[in-house]
């Protein structure tokens, strides 16, 4: 757990539980040794990037590099230490006449270089279905999920912060109450790391920057979780950074621009908003990094911004909607009605769907998209037919009509709400929402069988508690599952052929 300019907060804290002014620890304690394993022997011809070696690091493989900087004329190993304990201060292998320890020092506002940048072609998967399936994000891409207070910004980004796909998740927590950083360090600790079975704080670096700590730290914190976070995708790992939220970013940088007597623009932000946020965005990619062995990191951002009063029109809100790859829009209304995540499908959008299709189609199954596609239709249509019900009334409607705005209603309760604090339903796979998206289709079918047979949706939808039937399913776990949708399809065919 850092502050905004990098500090430990919990060594700081031992010291006294204020900080005093000019105080400065390393972010690594350089009493603390490290089991070093060398990689390459002395005689062995190096470049900036190439690995040298590695540390165990709370189940994190933490590889030791060749400085991106380093420009010796002699590119040779003249030595390498052995296996064995070291403090990072300790020199573990000399290049030529250049010494190479175990940390790295970079001017946080510089970004590293890359070998090369790569296609955006595989999903960060979040486990929520409202994001995984209509609005996925790429490993490496930009998202902003803007929203008023109390749409549930801090909620849905720590929901993606526990159960994303990211090897390494980096929380800023920047510029936001200090409550919301103590309830990330109060459950995180006892929650695992589904997918590797260690520790969910071992994967995490904390950035607490709270509202009450300077404005001048605060302007510092993003860059320093970035440049944290193309340290880890040099070494070939996927990183996801969580901030929350741009927009006291940006308050901090009026208030800089402000006492440095700049000319304001919109809003009283300096000119060089967008500039300065296009900048950071530009850091995330999916890249090959320099040296040897060769090996793929992404950085994929993730940004919450609390537009005042909700309003999305205003500078920061335009800004990271111009440079984001996704824009998932929380809406207050859905929020009122208890509606969680309360992501307007409505107003939200992913630039990243031509490229995900693939991975979908080929990992996950062909069917993906068609059902997608079929499910989004319904709520096109039925949002078409709640504004004709308005005016005319469900009366003035057809049978079928009628069935399609029952089901986009049944998608909104069953599969686009999900609730965090049922273990079943916090977390679901692709596997299990392709379960769900086909559960949907089948009861479609069955549904206008039946209409197309005769039967009146008024029998039907007084005969059958959907709802209730569909959320009874989604409780359970995914092997159960499937055996009671085949079981609960059966038994709604069979009582459909009764009322036909």
Same mark, same amino acid.
């Given at each position: 757990?850092?502050?905004?300019?990098g500090?430990?907060l !919990?060594?700081?804290g031992?010291?006294?539980?204020?900080?005093?002014?000019?105080?400065h620890?390393? /972010?690594?304690?350089?009493?603390?040794?490290?089991?070093f394993?060398?990689?390459?022997?002395r005689?062995d011809?190096?470049?900036?990037g190439?690995?040298l070696g590695?540390?165990?690091?709370?189940g994190?493989k933490h590889?030791?590099?060749?400085?991106?900087?380093?420009?010796?004329?002699?590119?040779?190993?003249?030595?390498? /230490?052995?296996?064995?304990?070291?403090v990072?201060?300790?020199?573990i292998?000399?290049?030529g006449?250049? %010494?190479?320890?175990?940390?790295q020092r970079?001017?946080?506002?510089?970004?590293?270089?890359?070998?090369?940048?790569?296609?955006?072609?595989?999903?960060?998967? %979040?486990?929520?279905?409202?994001?995984?399936?209509?609005?996925?994000?790429?490993?490496?891409?930009t998202?902003?999920?803007?929203?008023?207070?109390?749409?549930?910004? %801090? $909620?849905?980004?720590?929901s993606?912060?526990?159960? /994303?796909?990211?090897?390494?998740?980096?929380?800023?927590?920047?510029?936001?109450?200090?409550? !919301?950083?103590?309830?990330?360090?109060?459950?995180?600790?006892?929650?695992?790391?589904?997918?590797?079975?260690?520790?969910?704080?071992?994967?995490?670096?904390l950035?607490?920057?709270?509202?009450?700590?300077?404005? /001048?730290?605060? !302007?510092?914190?993003?860059?320093?979780?970035m440049t944290i976070?193309?340290?880890?995708?040099d070494?070939?790992?996927?990183?996801?950074?969580?901030?929350?939220?741009?927009?006291?970013w940006?308050e901090?940088?009026?208030?800089?621009?402000g006492?440095?007597e700049?000319?304001?623009?919109?809003?009283?932000?300096?000119?060089?908003?967008?500039?300065?946020?296009?900048?950071?965005?530009?850091?995330?990619?999916? $890249?090959?990094?320099?040296?040897?062995?060769?090996?793929?990191g992404?950085?994929?951002?993730?940004?919450?911004i609390?537009p005042?009063?909700?309003?999305?029109?205003e500078?920061?809100?335009?800004?990271?909607l111009?440079?984001?790859?996704?824009?998932?829009?929380?809406?207050?209304?859905?929020?009122?009605?208890?509606?969680?995540p309360?992501?307007?499908?409505?107003?939200?959008?992913?630039?990243y769907?031509?490229?995900?299709d693939?991975?979908?189609?080929? =990992?996950?199954?062909?069917?993906?998209?068609?059902?997608?596609?079929? $499910?989004?239709?319904?709520?096109?249509?039925?949002?078409?037919l709640? =504004?004709?019900?308005?005016?005319?009334?469900?009366?003035?409607?057809?049978?079928?009509?009628?069935?399609?705005?029952?089901?986009?209603?049944?998608?909104?309760?069953?599969?686009?709400?999900?609730?965090?604090?049922?273990?079943?339903?916090?977390?679901?796979?692709?596997?299990r929402?392709?379960?769900?998206?086909?559960?949907?289709?089948?009861?479609?079918?069955q549904i206008?069988g039946?209409?197309?047979?005769g039967?009146?949706?008024?029998q039907?939808?007084?005969q059958?508690?959907?709802?209730?039937?569909?959320?009874?399913?989604?409780?359970?776990?995914? =092997?159960?599952?499937e055996?009671?949708l085949?079981s609960?399809?059966k038994?709604?065919?069979? !009582?459909?052929?009764?009322?036909?």
């Open positions: 757990v850092l502050d905004g300019i500090r430990p !919990e060594r700081l031992k010291k006294s539980p204020y900080i005093s002014r000019g105080t620890i390393d /972010a690594v304690d350089d009493s603390e040794k490290w089991y394993i060398p990689r390459l022997q005689g011809d190096v470049g900036p190439d690995i590695e540390v165990e690091e709370k994190i590889f030791i590099m060749v400085p991106l900087d380093f420009r010796g004329k002699n590119s040779t190993i003249s030595w390498m /230490a052995p296996k064995g304990e070291y990072v201060d300790d020199v292998c000399k290049i006449e250049t %010494t190479v320890k175990m940390f970079w001017n946080i506002r510089t970004p590293r270089k890359v070998g090369r940048k790569l296609d955006l072609d595989k999903p960060l998967l %979040t486990g929520t279905r409202i994001l995984d399936v209509f609005f996925p994000l790429a490993l490496g891409g998202a902003v999920i803007p929203g008023g207070f109390g749409t549930g910004k %801090t $909620v849905t980004q720590q993606i912060a526990r159960w /994303a796909n990211a090897d390494i998740v980096i929380y800023i927590g920047c510029g936001e109450r200090g409550n !919301e950083m103590t309830e990330v360090l109060e459950e995180f600790p006892s929650l695992t790391d589904v997918r590797r079975g260690i520790p969910l704080m071992d994967r995490m670096i950035i607490a920057n709270t509202s009450n700590m300077p404005v /001048a730290a605060r !302007e510092a914190s993003i860059y320093l979780g976070a193309e340290y880890y995708r070494m070939g790992y996927n990183v996801a950074i969580i901030a929350d939220s741009i927009s006291r940006a901090a940088l009026r208030e800089i621009s006492r440095l700049e000319m304001p623009g919109e809003e009283g932000y300096p000119a060089y908003l967008a500039s300065r946020l296009a900048r950071y965005y530009e850091r995330a990619g999916n $890249v090959v990094p320099l040296g040897s062995p060769q090996r793929n992404s950085i994929s951002v993730i940004n919450a609390s005042p009063g909700g309003d999305f029109s500078p920061v809100t335009q800004s990271g111009r440079l984001s790859g996704c824009f998932w829009a929380l809406d207050k209304g859905l929020a009122t009605k208890r509606h969680f309360s992501i307007n499908w409505a107003q939200s959008y992913s630039l769907h031509e490229n995900l693939r991975y979908f189609t080929r =990992e996950i199954s062909e069917d993906w998209v068609p059902l997608r596609e079929f $499910v989004f239709n319904i709520l096109h249509d039925g949002k078409s709640q =504004e004709m019900v308005q005016i005319v009334g469900r009366d003035g409607l057809t049978e079928e009509e009628k069935w399609i705005l029952k089901l986009s209603e049944l998608i909104n309760i069953f599969y686009l709400q999900q609730n965090a604090f049922d273990p079943n339903d916090a977390y679901c796979d692709s596997g929402q392709l379960v769900m998206l086909n559960t949907l289709k089948l009861l479609d079918e206008r039946a209409l197309n047979s039967v009146l949706f008024e039907i939808d007084s059958f508690a959907f709802v209730a039937d569909l959320m009874k399913l989604r409780s359970q776990n995914t =092997e159960d599952y055996n009671s085949t609960y399809i038994k709604l065919k069979e !009582e459909l052929s009764d009322l036909i």
